[in-house]
C-alpha cells in the first residue's frame, strides 16, 4: 500500500512539472516547423507570432526571450523596417541582455 501512495504522489509532482514551460512560446515550434517544410506559410507564421505578442502584451506576460526579435526580423525580411526596429525595440526594453545587439541591428537600420 505505501508503495502505490509514493507511486502516485511521485506521478503526480512529475505531471505537475510537465504540464507548463518556462515561457509561452505561443505554437512557434510547429508554425517553424510548418513555415521551412511549406515556405508559402510565411504569412501566417508572422500574423499567428504577432497575434500572440499582443495577448501576452495585452495581459502584462512577457514573450518567451527572442520571440520579438524573431517577430521583427520577419518583417524586416518583408521589408518592413519600421515595423522590425519596433519589434527589436520591445525586445530590448522585455529582455535588456538582448540590448547590445538589439541596439546595433536599430542603428543599422535607421541609417
Not at 15 to 44: I, M, N, R, V
Not at 74 to 79: I, V
Request: net charge negative; with cysteine.
Amino acid at each position: 500500500m505505501r508503495n502505490y501512495i509514493l507511486l502516485a504522489l511521485s506521478l503526480v509532482a512529475l505531471s505537475g512539472c510537465a504540464s507548463k514551460g518556462l515561457y509561452d512560446w505561443g505554437g512557434y515550434e510547429d508554425s517553424l516547423f510548418d513555415y521551412y517544410h511549406q515556405p508559402e506559410t510565411k504569412l501566417d507564421l508572422i500574423e499567428d507570432l504577432v497575434e500572440h505578442v499582443e495577448y501576452l502584451m495585452e495581459y502584462d506576460e512577457k514573450p518567451a526571450p527572442g520571440l520579438l526579435a524573431e517577430v521583427g526580423t520577419f518583417y524586416l525580411l518583408e521589408g518592413d523596417r519600421q515595423r522590425a526596429v519596433y519589434y527589436y525595440r520591445l525586445e530590448a526594453q522585455e529582455w535588456p541582455d538582448s540590448q547590445p545587439m538589439m541596439a546595433k541591428l536599430i542603428k543599422n537600420l535607421e541609417r
